[in-house]
């Protein structure tokens, strides 16, 4: 397993030439005058499409931290430009448009939840599980003005919820019989979520930031035999920093980061979820242990630490990587169909299985 690490050193390490500012592409309907002013805390609602995490609030904070980004809706002629890969035909017909891509203008292409962006010199993952020399791995920001569990509440568990966008829940979570089985025991359930819609989400149905009355987190995505390898953790980070135990299914982004039993409580169907809850229930000094142990370790996923993250991979490791390696040189030499077209053909050379 290779783990994300969070960097602890300061987030504004010294630029490197050409690379010494980064670009942040968005082909956003609102003008970049308008997104550049917005608040991660306050503006969340905002923040919650793929391309606007990953590009804009990164920018965002980044520029909050100091370090030398801006924010472009035009490709740059050089240095290093992030986007996403929902955009890469809209950062092609950019490129396209201001003239043949110079071979000091760098990719960096932010996967998320799609396919590996051939175009990208360079990929951003949201875990670990596909980290190599030109692809790292980088937390999810946590969720922004969270209002976290009130302490008041002590050990008791009356109301349990899942925040997320419905297709992430599986099935048998949404059927009556799970929140029937949860009323029995004198229990709540909240779905706090909304169908995602691209341009067209109800970002303003969403409470994805109050955890102050929420006692504990279920949160199991449809069945994956590959554990949801293009999933973040953001259900674990967002819990361990608001305070509330978790109930997660399987999935590779928790178990990258787990570290003791007391992280979450990994379940995989209605019965073994109810089956959790009913013994945090039966020993409170176990969800007490839970809350506490969260709490030490939301200390590793601050917005200051994943920042920290960004800062290592924009401004130390991918100019030392282009610096060092000869053949990145020379891919930058041909068009760039020609150069997708020989990742293309790479990357089907490394799932061919050996004779």
């Known amino acids: 397993m290779v783990a994300c690490r969070i960097a602890e050193s ?60 801006r924010l ?15 955009q890469r035909r809209s950062l092609e017909r950019s490129l396209a448009a201001t003239g043949q891509r110079s071979p000091e203008c760098i990719l960096a292409g932010v996967r998320a ?25 980088v937390p999810h920001w946590p969720q922004g003005g969270l209002r976290p569990r009130d302490p008041g509440r002590g050990e008791r568990i009356v109301h349990v919820a899942f925040k997320g966008f419905a297709g992430n829940l599986a099935e048998p979570f949404r059927d009556p019989a799970w929140a029937e089985a949860l009323a029995h025991r004198g229990l709540t359930w909240h779905v706090d979520a909304v169908p995602f819609a691209g341009l067209s989400t109800d970002e303003a149905a969403l409470d994805w930031n109050d955890y102050s009355e929420v006692d504990l987190v279920v949160a199991v995505r449809p069945p994956n035999r590959g554990l949801w390898t293009s ?24 178990r990258e980061l787990r570290r003791h039993p007391l992280d979450y409580l990994e379940v995989d169907s209605v019965e073994e979820a109810l089956a959790a809850i009913d013994h945090l229930r039966e020993h409170p000094g176990f969800y007490r242990a839970m809350v506490e142990h969260g709490s030490e370790r939301a200390k590793e996923v601050t917005v200051e630490a994943v920042s920290a993250r960004w800062a290592e991979v924009l401004f130390e490791q991918i100019p030392a990587r282009v610096a060092a390696d000869r053949g990145l040189a020379r891919l930058r030499r041909w068009p760039l169909p020609v150069r997708a077209l020989l990742r293309r053909a790479r990357r089907l050379a490394e799932l061919r299985p050996a004779r």
């Open 10 to 69: 300061s987030p504004n390490p010294a630029p490197r030439g050409r690379l010494s500012q980064v670009a942040f592409f968005l082909d956003d309907p609102r003008p970049l005058e308008e997104l550049e002013r917005l608040d991660p805390d306050r503006g969340w609602r905002e923040l919650v499409r793929g391309e606007r995490v990953w590009i804009l609030k990164t920018f965002l904070h980044l520029r909050a931290a100091g370090l030398p980004v």
């Open 72 to 86: 472009v809706d035009e490709a740059p002629r050089e240095g290093l430009v992030v986007f996403h890969a929902k």
């Open 113 to 137: 939840d799609l396919r590996q962006p051939l175009i990208a010199d360079f990929e951003i993952l949201q875990n670990g599980r596909w980290a190599a020399p030109r692809r790292f791995a």
């Open 231 to 254: 999933k973040p953790a953001t259900k674990l980070v967002n819990a361990w920093r608001a305070g509330v135990p978790a109930l997660l299914g399987p999935e590779w982004a928790y």
